[in-house]
């Protein structure tokens, strides 16, 4: 079976810390090579030795090597379920050097301010993101060494996250002032916004400058192509998102037309649940953005819907046609159709020769987009259009039960408040990074 994990709370890379060689003078006369009689020019046969760490960048001293930029390609590459075309990687290995960078002068700077992230708190980071996966942390070093990554990988980013967050609550967050009207202010548009949409958007923001504008561009061009190809917008929006947002995959949470940038809002108004935009250029550079979900503001909204439900499912023979399919099919949906209540479930399904199975507090959100849409508007009793395929088999599901959503409240005076003061830590944090960068003496190898 295929490895599956979040990859939201995945994907990282290490540093390394390495000691310049002290240069040495040899007398090759008095040398022992000497008497190898050893040609002037060679020529190298095989391979490089694959453990060998060339560095790739210096940072204020430190290395960055060539092992660290692929162990985080291969992170991605496994987070996108390997669709990265060859072409692709090589332009994400020019984006990971980069992001590499970041995460080293900001693990530095960190220290300078005499914040260090314990060897011990990184480990539990780590022993949680395994669980997530349903692994103890030694399988999942395992699984990233099968990818060909390592732990050191993860924990390097793990470990920069940490240290720039703390960072941001020490230089930064005591300096930021949200006014009490200026909340007071935000509440009160959203009580007049009443019934109004709001949308939930995933980011992405790639910063560019005249000189680059066009290379930046086309590569947030690529990373909408490989999303709409099914590779993961959060895998992405960690690794090259420039905004606060990329530690949390892009996710903006709920904002409302307004709130958004007269670009992004017009993006966002087109999209379909769960379509993504074209690069939208932006004071700064680009923004590439994901509509992951809709609803009417404080309002109920039906999505919010938890239900309690029975599936009546039928597996076809491993290799059978549609065609020979499809008096099942057929059966089914008509059963579907005609069953009156959960109480005739076990009953139809004995007839269709069908497993029956229930599940209570389900929520509707949760469910897979397509399969939303097929139960928003069912009430108790009935059952939604049969769904699935040859190999996996057909079903549908019948609503046993429904509890509706209430009507939402305006946030809290302090729900707002902290959003505020987030949206501001963000844009110094991002001019914090960008200081960093001017003054960092880099050197690329």
């Not at 539990?124 to 993101?129: I, L, P």
């Not at 199975?357 to 987009?369: H, K, S, Y």
């Not at 005076?413 to 880099?442: H, I, N």
């Amino acid at each position: 079976m295929k490895d599956r994990l979040n990859w939201a709370a995945l994907l990282g890379a290490t540093s390394l810390l390495a000691l310049p060689l002290a240069a040495q003078t040899v007398d090759s006369a008095s040398s022992p090579a000497a008497s190898l009689n050893l040609p002037a020019n060679i020529t190298v046969f095989g391979k490089s030795e694959p453990t060998v760490r060339k560095a790739t960048a210096i940072v204020n001293g430190q290395v960055i090597t060539e092992t660290d930029v692929e162990q985080r390609l291969a992170l991605v590459i496994a987070a996108n379920e390997g669709r990265i075309s060859p072409e692709e990687k090589d332009r994400l290995r020019t984006q990971i050097v980069r992001n590499l960078i970041d995460e080293t002068l900001q693990i530095q700077e960190a220290k300078a301010n005499e914040i260090k992230v314990e060897p011990g708190e990184v480990d539990q980071t780590f022993a949680r993101v395994a669980a997530n996966s349903n692994r103890t942390p030694a399988q999942f070093s395992a699984f990233l060494r099968s990818q060909g990554s390592s732990d050191r990988s993860l924990k390097h980013q793990i470990e920069a996250e940490s240290a720039w967050s703390r960072l941001q609550r020490k230089k930064i967050q005591p300096f930021v002032n949200v006014a009490e009207e200026e909340v007071q202010s935000v509440i009160s548009r959203l009580n007049a916004a009443k019934g109004s949409t709001e949308y939930r958007i995933g980011e992405i923001f790639l910063s560019a400058n005249p000189a680059n504008a066009a290379e930046v561009q086309a590569g947030a061009q690529k990373i909408i192509e490989n999303v709409r190809n099914g590779a993961s917008f959060v895998a992405y929006a960690r690794q090259f998102s420039e905004a606060s947002t990329a530690a949390v995959g892009g996710d903006l949470g709920w904002v409302r037309p307004e709130q958004l940038p007269e670009q992004l809002m017009t993006a966002a108004q087109s999209l379909q649940n769960g379509g993504v935009s074209e690069p939208i250029a932006v004071p700064g550079g680009y923004s590439i953005i994901v509509k992951l979900d809709e609803r009417k503001v404080l309002t109920a909204d039906p999505r919010d819907a938890i239900l309690s439900l029975k599936q009546v499912s039928l597996s076809f023979a491993k290799g059978t046609t549609q065609e020979q399919a499809a008096p099942q099919v057929e059966a089914m949906t008509k059963a579907s159709r005609e069953i009156a209540g959960c109480g005739q479930a076990e009953a139809v399904g004995g007839k269709l020769g069908a497993t029956v199975v229930g599940n209570d507090n389900v929520p509707l959100r949760e469910l897979p987009t397509a399969l939303q849409n097929l139960m928003v508007n069912l009430q108790v009793g009935q059952a939604s259009q049969p769904f699935g395929s040859l190999e996996d088999g057909i079903r549908f599901l019948v609503v046993c039960g429904r509890d509706d959503p209430a009507a939402g409240n305006a946030p809290s005076f302090d729900q707002v408040l902290a959003q505020m003061e987030e949206e501001r830590v963000s844009r110094r944090a991002q001019r914090y990074l960008r200081d960093l960068r001017r003054d960092a003496e880099v050197e690329y190898r």
